[in-house]
């Protein structure tokens, strides 16, 4: 497997973790925190986030034996651009279901019979 930066983006506990962290509007996460608010695992968040700073994508800072985490620049860059792909790739898959349900057919409007007026009715 390829440890490029494309790939390891675009992966769905790699999507979860950096758009969660953009959502934060700057806040700085915990990788605890970030691993509980994304639904991955603590390790899993670990490596992703070691593997993120190495790419320049997020820093931290240490604070005893916590980490804190936040987006760089050019992380938040990423994270906005990401989320337009997804939302475009969301609203493709939609309208990709909306073409696939069969047309709802309108109920084709009968003649009516012609009624016979009282005239004929006495006859």
């Known amino acids: ?3 490029s930066i494309g790939t390891l983006l675009f992966k769905d506990k790699q999507l979860r973790l ?3 962290l953009s959502n934060g509007n700057g806040k700085e996460w915990y990788i605890t925190d970030l691993a ?3 639904n991955v695992t603590y ?3 670990s490596r992703f986030i070691g593997k993120c700073e190495e790419s320049g ?3 931290s800072e240490k604070h005893g034996r916590i980490k804190r ?3 760089t620049p050019t992380g938040r ?3 906005e651009s990401l989320s337009g792909v997804m939302l475009k790739i969301n609203q493709a898959k939609q309208q990709a279901v909306q073409q696939k349900e069969p047309a709802k057919a309108q109920p084709v409007p009968q003649p ?3 009624q016979a007026t009282q005239k004929e009715k006495e006859q």
Request: charged letters at 15%; hydrophobic letters at 60%; a neutral charge.
């Open 36 to 38: 509980k608010a994304a």
């Open 77 to 79: 860059e990423i994270a």
């Open 57 to 59: 994508i997020v820093a």
């Open 112 to 114: 009516k019979a012609p």
């Open 18 to 20: 950096l758009l969660t």
């Open 1 to 3: 497997m390829s440890d």
């Open 69 to 71: 985490i936040f987006l």
């Open 43 to 45: 390790i899993h968040t």
